[in-house]
């Protein structure tokens, strides 16, 4: 498909279990980002990939979470032992990467989101 | 700490009249700002975007507005449609090796009325 594609759309589980979250980016792009929303509030950033590499995981709230990008493209986010606190929707958007020099953002470079998995952690 | 607020959780205007929907932030070096629509079980969708360097930038019936001075944005929309109801979030970014990375607000609900 042309959009970036998240797998699954829904995922329960139960306390204490392990998860991954998978995102499909739009083919070309090299920059990859996940977010995490909770009710009520705007996304929030977690990590982001430059190719196969974590250029910023600063998001990451605990070491539960982890993300591994192994090719370049597909990435798949990894929760260890949830937490009820966990629910929330993980959504994976991906870009293209500004190559020129300069502080401001060319074209195109805008991050495109996929649907989003909506975890829920019982 | 929100580095940027969306101080209205909800917004209705009737179709045809303009929307305007605001955004404040308290970082200095966010030197570029986006506004994302989002409808239900969707991801967010790019709508308009806006550079520092720039005070307003259009696209269609979409224009943003940037006041540096005041650390403030406001997107209009002009008329407004039914179908422009959704969830709208403003985000400001940072460069960083090249890419984007997004701080949203907490978003505004538009409800447009027939």
Known sequence: GAGVSQTPSNKVTEKGKYVELRCDPISGHTALYWYRQSLGQGPEFLIYFQGTGAADDSGLPNDRFFAVRPEGSVSTLKIQRTERGDSAVYLCASSRVQLTGGSHPSENTEAFFGQGTRLTVV | ?114
């Open chain 2, 1 to 114: 700490d929100q580095q940027v607020k969306q101080n209205s959780p909800s917004l209705s205007v009737q179709e045809g009249r303009i929307s305007i929907l605001n955004c404040d932030y308290t970082n200095s070096m966010f030197d570029y700002f986006l506004w994302y629509k989002k409808y239900p079980a969707e991801g967010p969708t790019f709508l308009i975007s806006i550079s520092s360097i720039k005070d307003k930038n259009e696209d269609g019936r979409f224009t943003v507005f940037l006041n540096k001075s005041a650390k403030h944005l406001s997107l209009h929309i002009v008329p407004s449609q039914p179908g422009d109801s959704a969830v709208y979030f403003c985000a400001a970014s940072v460069l960083i090796q090249g890419a984007q990375k997004l701080v949203f607000g907490q978003g505004t609900r538009l409800t447009i009325n027939p």
